[in-house]
């Protein structure tokens, strides 16, 4: 495929991810004092008693113009099959250009690792409340871009650095992990210059990026002993194959196996797109970790 037809194709993909009309949750709380705080609780369509849990950690590069509500069709889509979700909003970068960049910059340093923490934390007892009949025992964590980075950060916080203040003593109960087109290994996304600079901008420059990278890059974070699977569209232009495929080498020289589903004609957003079928397959591969 010609580069102008995969720009032609990527640009139909984004604008059908982006059609649907914003889906409002069943019920929201917050898990702090700062209104990027919150979960927003989807119960299962079929009404389901003892339905698993899947965690949504959206993308957008960490920045702040994007938030939750362009993955509510997604989690609306997940609990039209059967699962209860909790959509998770975190704090992210500022609009307004700062001096580590030209536009909107990516995260933010540590609230961002500090939301995501404290909103898994909070997750058992906001269940408790909001969908009290969902099985709080089987929990899937998903991430879309970014928010895959996010899902793999979650799920690897028992084995940060001593002395972080997001480390786990133990390895949190979780099902397992499917992350989508992830930002999941830093060397090889700031080869590519992934999303603009945005893996440098959320981690900071020089020696704050050398400092930071082994508590944030989950390809720094292995293995997990959490089974964990990856999706990802071969012709994804905003994070390319060859970021999940580095993260995925880095797990078996770890000594842990790491599922990579590659899929055939399918970019960056079709992952989330209700109406795409690659939204299926990950529907499917949740299902296999949740069930």
Known sequence: ????????????????????????PDASAAYGDHPDQVIDFYAPRDGRAGAPVVVVLHGGAWRGPYDRRHVTPFADFLARRGFAVANVEYRRGSELPQQRGSGPVAGRWPETFDDVAAAMDALPGLLAVALPAADARRIVVTGHSAGGQLALWAAARHVLPQGSPWRLAAAPLLRGVVALAPIADFATAVELDVCSGAVGQLLGREADFAA???YADPAALLPTGIATAVVQGRTDLTVPHAVAEAFVDAAAKAGETVGLTLLEEV????????????????????AQLAW
């Open 212 to 214: 930071r990278s082994p």
């Open 1 to 24: 495929m010609s580069d102008s037809a995969a720009r032609d194709r990527d640009a139909v993909e984004t604008e059908s991810a982006f059609s649907h009309p914003a889906v409002a």
């Open 267 to 286: 970019g960056h957003f079709p992952l989330i797109d209700p109406a795409a079928d690659a939204c299926a397959v990950v529907a499917e591969e949740i």
